[in-house]
């Protein structure tokens, strides 16, 4: 297997932040002692296969682009060998908050490939789909989902998940949903439920203040409906991670739950819109099941 990084550049990541940031980190890793190779990717999807494929022949396999990037290459190597490397050049660039990997300078994160220390994270699953950050439906999907939409508007890039909270919050519908996991049970009219493996969604919204990525439990939040006043007022707090002392917010921790709906969900992955049909979801967690290459305070 080749030492050589096999590199997986998304350059729509970040509304085209990653496409005018890469001559830059393109310059730097040529400066630095990482051999390697790289590949763009522009379709939806298409770092899956590819990471699969890179997993055979390389043993490093680096994501470019943001919390969307990063979920399609580790998607793409589970079950592997190979290990994970980050460069955020995307929008919230959640995830590597969690590692000690600067979010806002991708330069900065060249280095941590050279050293080269890892750890071994959880990865959540559901059905055939995988997340490393979080899960969420409710409000937090039609976030996900109005982020989505958005893409033509680049000079909003910096402040998108706001603005789709607050726009989200005006007008979005509560469901009912049955809710269980072990030694909890829930069932009644749910804003937002989300299961997390990572602190930060939706850039900087600390919704699971709590939350580490490697102790074999998700961090899971239900917050009751609210209305759309009061959550807009909630929003300030649900950024500082200070929500959870709502009433209309529970916090649990377990290595798996189940969500039953009568309808189908909006939702997300690690940020990445989807809509889950009607029915069970189980939801679990796969401990210390992906290895990472982390900054040093983490390592």
């Known amino acids: 297997m080749s030492d050589e990084c096999f590199i997986i550049v998304n350059l729509l990541a970040g509304r085209g932040r990653c496409r005018r940031l890469w001559p830059a980190i393109e310059h730097a ?12 990717t522009e379709a939806p999807g298409a770092a899956i296969a590819i990471a699969q494929r890179a997993a055979r022949d390389f043993s490093t396999v680096v994501a470019v682009g943001g919390d969307g990037t990063i979920h399609e290459v580790a998607t793409g190597l589970m079950g592997t060998q190979a290990k994970l490397g980050l460069i955020p050049a995307g929008t919230g ?14 330069i900065q994160a060249i280095p941590i490939l050279e050293r080269g220390q890892t750890r071994r994270v959880d990865v959540g699953r559901v059905g055939e789909h995988y997340f490393v950050n979080g899960l969420g439906v409710g409000l937090d999907g039609a976030v996900a989902w109005r982020v989505f939409r958005s893409w033509r508007w680049p000079g909003l890039a910096p402040w998108i998940y706001l603005y789709a909270a607050v726009r989200e ?15 909890w049970e829930h069932a009644g009219t749910v804003m937002m439920l989300g299961v997390c493996n990572g602190r930060y969604l939706a850039g900087d919204f600390r919704l699971a203040p709590y939350a580490e990525v490697d102790d074999g439990l998700f961090d899971i939040y239900l917050i009751a409906d609210m209305a759309p006043l009061r959550r807009i007022l909630q929003i300030p707090k649900a950024r500082r991670g200070e929500h959870i002392s709502l009433p209309e917010v529970q916090i649990k921790r377990a290595p798996w739950v189940e969500i039953v709906s009568e309808s189908s969900l909006m939702g997300h ?6 809509e889950f049909p009607p029915g069970k979801l189980r939801i679990e967690l796969l401990p210390q099941a992906l290895e990472v290459i982390v900054g040093a305070s983490f390592a």
């Not at 890793?29 to 763009?40: D, E, I, K, Q």
């Open 169 to 183: 919050a005006l007008f979005f519908r509560s469901g009912e949903l049955a809710v269980r996991a072990p030694e």
């Open 93 to 106: 660039n959640d995830f590597v908050k969690m590692l000690s990997i600067p979010p806002k300078d991708p």
């Open 29 to 40: 890793l040529r400066r630095s002692r990482l051999s390697f190779r790289y590949v763009f």
């Open 269 to 274: 992955l690690d940020g990445e819109p989807i």
